[in-house]
């Protein structure tokens, strides 16, 4: 199946330098927010208490709100999750050992509607939240450290790997610069989805690399750019169609998914878009721009010399 009628034959890598431009306007706003506004952290960084509970019927969040200042839960963060009877409850950290939080919280549930029930209360410390986003950077730097060796092994040359790096970046960038923008809830939801997003951009990225080795083992005498458009432009149906599927799936959790759910879904969404882009604009034109030949995916084997006969 394909999206396109017929083969199409755009001319990808002529306006890349435009593309060039783009992209930097792009992230160099993003730096700008990340440092300026900086990121919405969640308690899952901040540390604080996370509480879930049910009531029979639609929860009042004003209602809840109040009753939780009257308890002495000030700056508290109430929001539905799964349905309008299920709430989150997020507050900042507290002295509170866990037991007594816990019967608080169901004071002020139960002044709201007596039949509320607590189900779930996690206390995340501080030290916990600053473990987790060391953890966080430790993973992503590990990530692109093997994708750097990854596709320096499978297509034998470093200016794939250097395109494919530089497109991995990209992607985070701007969703973390979205993320500062907007002062969307930054979790470790969030975190995964980042990590699902380097994934994601990278498959497209392998697959370009993939048709541009075969294009270049039909044709080495073929122009690079030439070899790069008419990969770019054999896979672009598939690249097309499979985001467009998984765009519609993101975009029902943004809109179905409730609070819980909106942060997953936006870096998600977000990362799909910017992948699509990079795996054309970003990973394939760098190596161009570094000079990518056919004899750097295919690297000459050197023939030991033979002796003359006598």
């Given at each position: 199946?394909?999206?396109?009628?017929?083969?199409?034959?755009?001319?990808?890598?002529?306006?890349?330098?435009?593309?060039?431009?783009?992209?930097?306007?792009?992230?160099?706003?993003?730096i700008v927010m990340l440092f300026t506004r900086g990121l919405n952290l969640a308690i899952d960084f901040t540390g604080g208490v996370?509480?879930?509970?049910?009531?029979?019927?639609?929860?009042?969040?004003?209602?809840?709100?109040?009753?939780?200042?009257?308890?002495?839960?000030?700056?508290?963060?109430?929001?539905?999750?799964?349905?309008?009877?299920?709430?989150?409850?997020?507050?900042?950290?507290?002295?509170?050992?866990?037991?007594?939080?816990?019967?608080?919280?169901?004071?002020?549930?139960?002044?709201?509607?007596?039949?509320?029930?607590?189900?779930?209360?996690?206390?995340?410390?501080?030290?916990?939240?600053?473990?987790?986003?060391?953890?966080?950077?430790?993973?992503?730097?590990?990530?692109?450290?093997?994708?750097?060796?990854?596709?320096?092994?499978?297509?034998?040359?470093?200016?794939?790997?250097?395109?494919?790096?530089?497109?991995?970046?990209?992607?985070?960038?701007?969703?973390?610069?979205?993320?500062?923008?907007?002062?969307?809830?930054?979790?470790?939801?969030?975190?995964?989805?980042?990590?699902?997003?380097?994934?994601?951009?990278?498959?497209?990225?392998?697959?370009?690399?993939?048709?541009?080795?075969?294009?270049?083992?039909?044709?080495?005498?073929?122009?690079?750019?030439?070899?790069?458009?008419?990969?770019?432009?054999?896979?672009?149906?598939?690249?097309?169609?499979?985001?467009?599927?998984?765009?519609?799936?993101?975009?029902?959790?943004?809109?179905?998914?409730?609070?819980?759910?909106?942060?997953?879904?936006?870096?998600?969404?977000?990362?799909?878009?910017?992948?699509?882009?990079?795996?054309?604009?970003?990973?394939?034109?760098?190596?161009?721009?570094?000079?990518?030949?056919?004899?750097?995916?295919?690297?000459?084997?050197?023939?030991?010399?033979?002796?003359?006969?006598?």
């Amino acid at each position: 199946m394909e999206f396109f009628s017929h083969q199409t034959d755009f001319k990808f890598m002529a306006t890349r330098h435009v593309w060039y431009g783009l992209s930097a306007i792009l992230m160099i706003a993003s730096i700008v927010m990340l440092f300026t506004r900086g990121l919405n952290l969640a308690i899952d960084f901040t540390g604080g208490v996370s509480a879930q509970a049910t009531f029979p019927v639609t929860a009042d969040l004003g209602a809840v709100r109040r009753q939780l200042v009257t308890a002495g839960f000030n700056d508290a963060q109430v929001q539905s999750f799964g349905s309008s009877r299920n709430i989150a409850i997020r507050l900042p950290p507290s002295k509170m050992n866990q037991e007594v939080m816990r019967e608080h919280l169901e004071t002020a549930l139960k002044a709201v509607n007596p039949a509320a029930t607590l189900q779930q209360l996690a206390v995340v410390g501080p030290q916990v939240g600053s473990q987790l986003e060391t953890s966080a950077a430790e993973a992503l730097g590990f990530t692109l450290l093997l994708i750097f060796g990854y596709i320096a092994v499978r297509f034998h040359t470093w200016r794939l790997s250097f395109g494919a790096i530089l497109a991995v970046l990209h992607d985070p960038i701007l969703v973390l610069g979205w993320f500062a923008a907007s002062q969307t809830s930054f979790d470790l939801a969030v975190v995964a989805a980042i990590l699902a997003v380097i994934g994601y951009s990278l498959n497209d990225t392998v697959v370009v690399f993939d048709r541009i080795r075969e294009r270049f083992e039909g044709n080495r005498r073929l122009p690079p750019d030439v070899v790069l458009d008419q990969s770019i432009n054999q896979t672009l149906s598939r690249t097309i169609m499979t985001k467009v599927v998984t765009s519609i799936v993101v975009v029902a959790l943004l809109i179905l998914g409730g609070p819980v759910l909106k942060g997953f879904s936006e870096a998600l969404l977000i990362g799909i878009l910017a992948g699509t882009y990079s795996s054309i604009y970003i990973s394939s034109a760098v190596a161009l721009e570094c000079g990518l030949t056919a004899e750097h995916v295919f690297p000459t084997i050197k023939k030991t010399a033979v002796d003359s006969m006598p």
